[in-house]
């Protein structure tokens, strides 16, 4: 394909629509308008030239605005089906029971849509990487011929570019005095002029054009930072559990960190202390003001050998609060979430028939110990314990789990009347003598507990990418949207003085600051071409 | 400090209500209002009541801060009266770029029924959950409401548009729709009043019902309940009988105030038509004669080119540093954050569609009115439809 050149002398890449020094039509398909079509500045697009290859139908379809604000409006509502129901992440059950159980069938369909884990799906994935593929096509193919064009640009422009722009306007028997004043409010106004053979080019804000281009990169960075948390380990994301007093690893540190749990806190807001929430607290009830866990972080000092005990060095003490997350070395410790476990209870040794305690005790669930000796000849002994009761199908007493949620025992009861000891069954609020009446009984003192602090451990390489797409997009869309281009042509033809302006938004500001730049001269204010075209065709 | 708030509040309302009727003497009595710098006196009022008002309001804001110990936006009530000041603050704004008052006659009903609406909620400054204890919230809440603001100014304008563009005069899709949009701004107000007038009468009526659980709870309703909850049981002497029982899975409650809301918007929607004897957006006809389309078009685009930086920033940017330090992910598809990111979208592809495909004009103003729909959307049923989720975790 050839190069076209211009009747001004200005050698024009194929596929150019209006000459990018002078502004003359090249393509004659752009003649029948009124108005030019100033986007892009009529520049040689790739997408608009070429459409022979398959590489040229699948770059014609990703830069095609079209196809990017439909992948745009399928993406928006796509959306929207994911938030009709809790996605997976957000429920408790396992999926296959939660959806039909809380919707019926409405849920269960959900379910076997997929929608459950909607923007984890293969398809919404693909969406979003064919938008990413859309704004990088898109960008490619208008920026550098856009940049090219704006660069190549001449002051003096062709006739049929000038009558043709939207604001145009012609005067005659102008004085060289009016055009150095309208010079003098150009510069006033910011605006860079340029003089060409006594024609006039001033213009303002040409780098706005680029903000939607710097926009599309932030966003391509974006969605590029993204993708990286596929990458194995730029991105740890894992549930930590650290009773009080306890100490653990910190995962994915490579055994490097520990964290040790002093203490959990929590907090609630006090009526009487906060009289400014006294009604909302009534209203809402118990409000949680604090979760805390007060911390130590250590960093092994000696080499990683199995079955060795690490040596750890105290790095430093925080209380890792929400919002507050304890951070080292790229690593981020959150407070999420805690539980309260039991850790111990204790009982009185009652005799039924005088209601008097002949002694207590205390056992710790985790280890409970097989004979508490009361002295006096009283004593416990421990024949069997459920830490986490339930009757078997067999009807026989058995354990869920190692955790005590439930704990029950089978006691005997030593005493000096009964040396060879009475047998108790005692669960949580029940007791069961197997041989009938008893003497001797364990009656219920208290339950001390013990929290589990719930930590995530964070860390996310891929945030530089996040953190810098997301600066881009904004200072791309600001750039855009808050400045824009405007040019004002100044032009002698046939012993007349030209004027024509375009700008690529906001017309009516345009139009206000030509009426300043205008101001105590002979000259005319151009006319809104395009408002006269709609008034023409509304008929008044 | 409260009350000294809440006094400020209301003669903030009050101020706004008053400058409305200003705004349409300020298009009645002058005659070329095209793209022109003065203002007339009934303008002057009409601007000048609305930043008294806007002060008295920003005063109520500052006084509830300092009473509450944090920003006042972080229930319904905060957030929405917050969101009605934003709307105010962005009308004074494009005023002063555009000086058109044809805008405030627009704005001001809507900023009114914002407010109003935000005072149906309960009024308690409450104290903030741990997540919430951040000022990163603060900012990313007052920046979203903003934002939200200025792109609902585009609405306004938008509106004004489609009452100048679309011919009256014969009964077709477009003329439907916009009074469709009409008749929501009414309904909003037939909430309003049903809500002031079963309050004011202190109506209460209590049901044990079973709920999907199979649990008996109670429930309290302040509006005669039309649709009863599921398996509900009158507990109330005297208390209205439902005419409906719904699935445990419906909210039977928030179906009856909607019903309520609706059936009063009817009733208020009919009452107006009676005394216009033709559609509203037809009776506004008269205050848009003098505007030029190409205007408002451009008000109405340059309030989202305004509006969508700030919606970007305060809705996606702040929003996903604040969800980074109290969730440890920027980014969890919670439901709230998934319609922030529709909004976005929605707006990308308007700029798109209008810079692009050149839709300009009114299918341009349709967008902008679609556009606040699903602001409306985020703010009225996400909040209390859908969320839930946006609580803390581990309590
Ligand atoms: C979510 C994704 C996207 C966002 C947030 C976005 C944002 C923007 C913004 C804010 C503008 C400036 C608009 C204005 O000033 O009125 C713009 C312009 C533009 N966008 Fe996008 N965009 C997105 C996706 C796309 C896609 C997929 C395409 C490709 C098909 C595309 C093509 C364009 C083009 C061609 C322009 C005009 C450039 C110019 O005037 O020189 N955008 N975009």
């Known amino acids: 394909m050839k190069d076209v050149k211009c009747e001004c002398g200005h050698v024009n890449p194929h596929g150019t629509v209006l000459c990018e020094a002078c502004g003359k039509i090249l393509d004659e398909r752009e003649n029948k308008d009124q108005l030019l079509d100033m986007r892009y500045e009529g520049s040689a697009r790739r997408s608009q030239t070429y459409n022979k290859t398959i590489i040229d139908k699948i770059w014609n379809f990703f830069s095609s605005v079209k196809v990017g604000v439909w992948l745009i409006i399928i993406t928006l509502l796509a959306s929207i089906l994911g938030t009709v129901l809790p996605q997976k992440m957000y429920i408790d059950l396992p999926p296959e029971v939660f959806y039909e159980q809380e919707y019926g069938w409405f849920g269960k369909l959900y379910y076997q849509l997929g929608l459950h884990d909607l923007y984890g799906s293969w398809w919404y994935l693909l969406l979003i990487a064919m938008i990413g593929i859309s704004l990088v096509i898109c960008s490619l193919d208008r920026v550098v011929p856009l940049y090219k064009a704006l660069k190549a640009q001449r002051v003096t422009r062709n006739d049929g570019f000038l009558k043709r722009q939207r604001l145009f306007g012609t005067n005659t028997g102008i004085e060289d005095k009016d055009l150095h004043l309208v010079k003098e409010h150009l510069k006033e106004k910011r605006y860079h002029v340029r003089e060409e053979n006594g024609d006039l080019l001033a213009e303002k804000g040409r780098f706005s054009r680029w903000g939607p281009y710097v926009n599309h990169v932030g966003l391509i960075i974006f969605l590029f930072g993204g993708m990286l948390r596929f990458i194995p380990g730029m991105y740890v994301n894992e549930n930590l559990w650290v009773k009080e007093g306890e100490t653990a690893a910190v995962p994915e540190t490579g055994d490097r960190f520990y964290l040790q749990n002093n203490q959990f806190i929590l907090q609630h807001y006090d009526k009487d202390q906060n009289k400014t929430f006294e009604k909302a607290l009534e209203r809402a009830g118990d409000v949680v003001k604090n979760y805390q866990s007060n911390v130590v972080l250590y960093k092994r000092v000696s080499d990683n050998l199995p079955g060795e005990k690490p040596e750890l060095k105290k790095v430093k003490e925080y209380k890792v609060r929400v919002n507050h997350p304890l951070t080292f070395e790229g690593y981020s410790i959150f407070q999420a979430s805690y539980r309260s476990e039991l850790k111990a209870m204790s009982f009185f040794l009652l005799n039924k028939n005088t209601n008097q305690s002949v002694g207590e005790l205390k056992i710790d669930l985790q280890d409970p110990k097989e004979k508490y000796d009361l002295g006096n000849g009283y004593a416990v002994k421990i024949l069997n314990y459920f830490p986490d009761f339930e009757f078997a199908k067999d009807g026989e007493p058995s354990t869920k789990t190692r955790v005590p949620n439930n704990p029950a025992f089978v006691f005997q009861m030593i005493s000096p009347e009964k040396p060879e000891g009475e047998t108790s069954f005692v669960a949580i609020k029940q007791t069961i003598e197997p041989f009938g009446d008893n003497t001797y009984k364990m009656a219920f003192k208290g339950i001390e507990t013990k929290n589990t602090s719930g930590f995530i451990v964070r860390k996310d390489s891929t945030l530089w990418a996040i953190i810098l797409g997301g600066i881009l997009f904004m200072i791309g869309v600001i750039q855009g949207a808050y400045w824009n281009h405007r040019r004002i042509w100044i032009q002698q033809k046939d012993g007349q003085i030209w004027i024509a302006a375009h700008t690529n938004k906001n017309w009516y500001g345009l139009k206000q600051e030509i009426e300043k730049v205008l101001r105590d001269t002979k000259l005319n204010i151009p006319e809104d071409q395009h408002q006269n075209e709609k008034s023409d065709k509304e008929g008044n | ?395």
């Open chain 2, 1 to 395: 400090m409260a009350a000294l708030s809440s006094n400020l509040l209301f003669i903030a309302f009050i101020l706004y209500l008053v400058a409305t009727p200003f705004y349409g003497g300020a298009i009645k009595s002058k005659k070329e209002l095209n793209e022109n710098k003065g203002t007339n006196k009934w303008g002057v009022i009409a601007v000048a009541l609305t930043i008294v008002g806007f002060i008295a309001q920003l005063g109520y804001f500052i006084t509830r801060w300092i009473a509450a110990g944090h920003a006042p936006v972080s229930n319904m009530f905060e957030f929405t009266t917050f969101f009605g000041m934003a709307l105010v603050g962005a009308f004074i704004i494009i005023y002063f770029i555009y000086r058109t008052s044809l805008l405030g006659l627009f704005t001001m009903p809507v900023a009114l029924l914002v407010i109003a609406y935000a005072s149906m909620f309960p009024k308690d400054i409450s104290p903030l959950i741990p997540a919430l204890q951040s000022y990163w919230l603060h900012i990313h809440v007052t920046t979203v409401a903003i934002g939200e603001a200025i792109l609902a100014i585009s609405f306004a304008a938008g509106v004004i548009y489609l009452v100048k563009a679309i011919d009256q005069t014969k009964s077709n899709k477009r003329n439907f729709w916009l009074e469709v949009v009409m008749f929501s701004l009414v309904a909003v107000l037939g909430f309003v009043v049903v809500s002031t007038v079963f309050s004011a009468t202190g109506y209460h009526e209590k049901f044990n019902w079973t709920d999907k659980h199979g649990k008996v709870n109670v429930m309290e309703y302040t509006m005669p309940a039309l649709t009863g909850p599921n398996e509900g049981e009158l507990l109330t002497n005297e208390g209205f009988k439902p005419l409906v029982e719904m699935p445990a899975i419906i909210n039977a409650k928030k179906l009856n105030t909607v019903i309520w809301s609706l059936m009063a918007g009817l009733v208020l929607y009919g009452f107006i038509r009676l005394v216009l004897r033709k559609r509203i957006a037809a009776a506004l006809k008269p205050f848009v004669k003098n505007i030029n389309l190409d205007f408002v078009d451009e008000i109405s685009y340059r309030s989202v080119l305004i509006g969508f930086p700030v919606f970007t920033l305060g809705g996606l940017v702040f929003a996903m540093i604040w969800a980074q330090m109290a969730w440890s992910r920027f980014w969890g598809w919670d439901p709230k954050e998934v319609w922030a990111l529709i909004t976005w979208l929605f707006y990308a592809a308007f700029m798109h569609l209008r810079l692009s495909k050149g839709w300009h004009g009114e299918k341009s103003a349709w967008l902008a009115v679609i556009g606040f729909v699903i602001i409306m959307f985020n703010l009225v049923a996400v909040n209390l439809i859908i969320a839930g989720l946006h609580s803390y975790a581990g309590s």
